[in-house]
């Protein structure tokens, strides 16, 4: 942590106060040369790729092995998932500063709650397997960490955007930075309005978000504050259509066009960062977190007066949270001592509109969790050894309503352990080339879906609420080796992976009567290994390409259908491509006008594990063109044009429930936007 003693006392000043900001994500961020699999993208690659878009979409564009869908069809409106290694957003832990996002109960991240959040992001980094300890959910599948708008690094400014463009897209936000002002304080304000139709059939959102930080600077002691609230009005379209549906009408939504949720979030964080010495920092940080809504669905009922009535589902969560944080430098190797502890509330509704006051279903869940880890780094010449190991003790109580059941739930508390090693080694074979492998483990307990495969617990599930047993915890092996390469123009990361499987938790069961889910069970011991390289070469100042390519094996070992006399042996999981490709190829043509293309091409993915050749999502491949064009030095205008050859595809699909047939989250065909920064 020492400086340079070649710096004036100004600018020595200046970087002990933006490591000082800095101490708080190095906690659980893996540095350059770890050995994990990890893309770290900075300010400038971020503002290059974001145009408004959900944050998942905008990870896609940064990060190998990551797929998206959008249930609009476009990446700017409604709601979006990601999947990571075919493995889905409820096992990706992710985090603001440190802080999590995922919503505990569920373990899931819905970006559309706090749209245009990309915005305030000064770094992201996504590390793909178990990588480093983090806080909150299990980072099983992988983690993804944001850094919030840095404050002592930004000079006083302002911005307006303006984005506008198919289906009746605008966006339109207004953002200010004081820097790093004479008394040692900074702030940064945003306020972000976005509305659009969406593609598919009333599949659109109206949403405001507003996002903060401010703080005090010192020689030894921070304080900052940052925190976000979103609120969102959604059309739902959260069903796959199938296909001769499709066929006849691609924009087609099985929903009721009355059906709009309400959703809302936030989040406060205030983090107070001390340095201890030239070598130790401890940073603490308290956090709440909410939030809460309306989800309702209508149905078909000839005894209203409309012919339709409506249920809506609201749920309203309530998160508080404790973490502490100790760096130290040492001749024996840097050390990292983090704990958390937090508990979530959550309470689900059930009720028929208009009555909102007189639920029909009420119960509360709490979740609560103490977890704990250590980090060790020591350099012995060419080789650094890293090793990492968390322990979490978690305690899930489901609740349940008692007048609805009619009797007493009496649901046992749910208690989970788990120890989570890492252990790995760097060996740089010169400055510009290293080779690296690690191990990991990680467990991650139930969702509480998992467990009800319901959104109540009734009279069909309570035997295996009551069971604790019923959904056993799972767990994944993490084998990663790789390298990194850079020379003149070139830059090389080749990672290879096997992960296996114990128990890992799959909706492999029967269909409820209620209708919404499928039982998720425990199944048979699967794996999942493959190839991922990133890859960038500059041909000349102006021309350049980039290349994220990610090959996927993935098997489960057996399969037994529910009710069914079958077995299924050395199947492919669902959602999991063999081949997942991005290229995109930059020419600059001066110093102010920028311009790239961009291919993706996703191979075909089966939809269900008995592997039906029926049932499968199409394989697809996608032209994306950017363009921007910076003029008065500082502002701004760029387009994107995406799926520029008109292509009908999908990234993901289910069966459908009563045909059988298969059914897609049809994605948008071309479409363009354009957005203006003026920047002051």
Same mark, same amino acid.
Request: proline share 4%.
């Given at each position: 942590?020492?400086? &340079? ?30 050995? %994990? ?12 790729? +974001? ?55 569920? /373990? ?43 404050? =002592? ?31 040692? =304080? ?38 900052? !504050? ?7 009005? @959604?059309?739902?379209?959260?069903? $796959? ?68 009535? #409506? ?18 430098? #040492? ?32 119960? /509360? ?94 009279? !069909? ?7 604790? @047993? ?24 080749? @990672? ?19 209708? +919404?889910?499928? %039982? ?19 041909? =000349? ?16 070992? &057996?399969?037994? $259908? ?25 020419? /600059? ?13 996703? &191979? ?6 008995? @592997? ?8 697809? !491949? ?18 994107? %044009? ?8 999908? =990234? ?29």
């Amino acid at each position: 942590m020492g400086l &340079s003693p070649h710096l004036t006392k100004a600018q020595s000043d200046t970087l002990r106060v933006q490591e000082l900001e800095e101490v708080t994500i190095s906690a659980i961020r893996a540095n350059a040369k770890a050995p %994990v699999a990890q893309i770290t993208a900075g300010l400038k690659e971020i503002q290059q790729n +974001f145009n408004g878009q959900d944050g998942a979409f905008l990870l896609e564009r940064l990060s190998p092995s990551l797929v998206t869908y959008s249930e609009s069809g476009t990446g700017f409106s409604n709601y979006g998932q990601m999947r990571l290694r075919g493995i889905d957003q409820t096992r990706i832990n992710i985090t603001l500063n440190g802080v999590p996002l995922n919503d505990m109960i569920d /373990q899931g991240v819905f970006f559309s709650n706090f749209t245009d959040f990309g915005n305030s992001v000064h770094s992201v980094q996504v590390q793909r397997g178990v990588g480093t300890s983090s806080n909150g959910v299990a980072s099983y599948g992988g983690s993804v960490n944001f850094e919030s708008v840095s404050l =002592t690094k930004t000079k006083p400014s302002a911005e307006l955007q303006f984005t506008g463009g198919s289906f009746n897209t605008f966006r339109a936000s207004a953002e200010v930075h004081t820097g790093l002002m004479e008394n040692k =304080t900074a702030f940064y304000a945003r306020m972000s309005r976005l509305q659009s139709d969406g593609y598919r059939d009333h599949s659109g959102t109206e949403s405001n978000s507003l996002f903060f930080s401010g703080g005090y600077f010192g020689e030894s002691h921070a304080i900052k !504050f940052t925190g976000f609230a979103g609120n969102t009005k @959604n059309d739902l379209a959260y069903v $796959p259509t199938p296909l001769s549906l499709i066929e006849q009408d691609p924009r087609t939504n099985l929903l009721s066009d009355n059906d709009i949720d309400d959703f809302g979030q936030w989040l406060f964080q205030l983090q107070h960062t001390w340095r201890l010495s030239e070598r130790s920092t401890l940073v603490n940080t308290l956090y709440y977190g909410g939030a809460g809504g309306d989800f309702p669905y209508s149905y078909a009922d000839t005894t209203a007066a409309a012919g339709i009535s #409506t249920i809506n589902y609201p749920l309203y969560n309530n998160h508080f949270g404790f973490m502490s944080n100790y760096n130290l430098d #040492t001749k024996y190797g840097g050390i990292n001592i983090g704990v958390h502890a937090y508990t979530f509330r959550r309470e689900n509704q059930e009720l028929i509109e208009p009555d909102i006051n007189n639920p029909y279903y009420q119960d /509360q869940s709490t979740k609560d969790e103490v977890s704990a880890f250590a980090k060790w780094e020591k350099a012995f010449g060419d080789f650094t050894l890293f090793a990492d190991v968390q322990a979490r003790s978690v305690q899930l109580s489901l609740g349940g309503d008692a007048s609805y059941l009619g009797e007493d739930p009496a649901i046992p508390t749910r208690d989970y352990f788990f120890l989570n090693p890492k252990l790995g080694a760097t060996y740089d074979i010169k400055d510009n080339w290293q080779v690296y492998a690690s191990f990991g483990r990680s467990g991650r307990e139930p969702t509480r879906t998992d467990i009800l495969g319901s959104l109540q617990i009734n009279s !069909f599930n309570i035997a295996d609420v009551r069971n604790v @047993n019923s959904v056993e915890a799972e767990y994944v092996n993490d084998l990663e080796a790789g390298t990194r390469f850079q020379l003149a123009g070139l830059k090389l990361d080749l @990672n290879l992976f096997y992960m296996s499987f114990e128990n890992e938790i799959a909706p492999i069961g029967v269909y409820i009567p209620e209708g +919404f889910y499928q %039982v998720y069970l425990n199944q048979e011991p699967s794996y999942r290994a493959g190839v991922e390289l990133m890859a960038s070469y500059d041909f =000349t100042e102006s021309l350049s390409f980039q290349t994220q390519v990610s090959y996927l094996n993935a098997r489960i070992s &057996s399969y037994t $259908p529910a009710a069914i006399d079958v077995v299924y042996t050395d199947i492919q999981p669902i959602l999991s491509p063999e081949w997942n490709a991005n290229l995109s190829v930059n020419y /600059q043509i001066n110093e102010d006008l920028r311009m790239s293309l961009r291919g993706r091409y996703l &191979s075909e993915q089966f939809m269900e594990l008995s @592997n039906d050749p029926n049932l499968v999502v199409p394989s697809s !491949f996608i032209l994306d063109f950017n363009a921007s064009w910076q003029f008065y030095k500082e502002h701004e205008f760029s387009i994107m %044009v995406n799926n520029l050859t008109n292509e009908l595809y999908y =990234t993901y699909g289910a069966p459908d429930a009563f045909s059988g047939e298969p059914a897609f989250l049809v994605q948008a065909p071309i479409n363009l936007y354009g957005t203006l920064r003026l920047r002051f």
